[in-house]
T-cell receptor, first 117, second 115 residues
């Protein structure tokens, strides 16, 4: 597709439950990024992928967060045993990889709002 | 690590007037990109304008222009002829020159446009 798709739009979980978010990048884009925007509006980078390979995971909380990008499937971000502090909007973005092209704009999805109660 | 600072949590402007949003950044890199994103209440991230660090000429997109001062590490956004639809959060972002690099965001500036 021509847009980054994220599902669901809104997810409500009780503290301790699992949450799974999905992202379908734009067709042909080989890079996928996950960002967390907390309610104070601050963005935090979580993880990026080049195709199905983890490229940069320096922002991922190691204990409860995991992510995958498998061939022919939407990418996913999973939070085990959610905490109140995980309440945020999670954005996925994708970008292209073209030979000889230096700049790859990141296109953002509409986000998934996770509310942990 | 790179950091981006937006020192104005909130700004307001009268419709049809001009407003400037400030952004400074810290980096030891010589090649990078800078962006301004608009986020309306819908939360959709909209790219407003971008600047390549190797270009001396300031980027412009219709009513939006930047003042890029590389030595001062400053990247301000000027919105001319402000419209009600410009009301939103504005985020300044930095990205290293590699195409696979993550965006580093400032904390945002909330812009209100008064009729």
């Amino acid at each position: 597709g021509e847009e980054v798709a994220q599902t669901p739009k809104h997810l409500v979980r009780g503290e301790g439950q699992k949450a799974k978010l999905y992202c379908a990048p734009i067709k042909g884009h080989s890079y996928v990024f996950w960002y967390q925007q907390v309610l104070k509006n601050e963005f935090k980078f979580l993880i990026s992928f080049q195709n199905e390979n983890v490229f940069d995971e320096t922002g991922m909380p190691k204990e409860r967060f995991s992510a995958k990008c498998l061939p022919n499937s939407p990418c996913s971000l999973e939070i085990q045993a959610t905490k109140l502090e995980d309440s945020a909007v999670y954005f996925c973005a994708s970008s292209q990889s073209l030979p000889g092209v230096v700049d790859y704009e990141q296109y953002f999805g509409p986000g998934t709002r996770l509310t942990v109660t | 690590a790179q950091t981006v600072t937006q020192s104005q949590p909130e700004m307001s402007v009268q419709e049809a007037e001009t407003v400037t949003l400030s952004c400074t950044y810290d980096t030891s890199e010589s090649d990078y990109y800078l962006f301004w994103y608009k986020q309306p209440p819908s939360r959709q991230m909209i790219l407003v304008i971008r600047q390549e660090a190797y270009k001396q000429q300031n980027a412009t997109e219709n009513r939006f222009s930047v003042n890029f001062q590389k030595a001062a590490k400053s990247f301000s956004l000027k919105i001319s002829d402000s419209q009600l639809g410009d009301a939103a959060m504005y985020f300044c972002a930095y990205r290293s020159a590699g195409g696979s690099e993550k965006l580093v965001f400032g904390k945002g500036t909330k812009l209100t446009v008064n009729p």
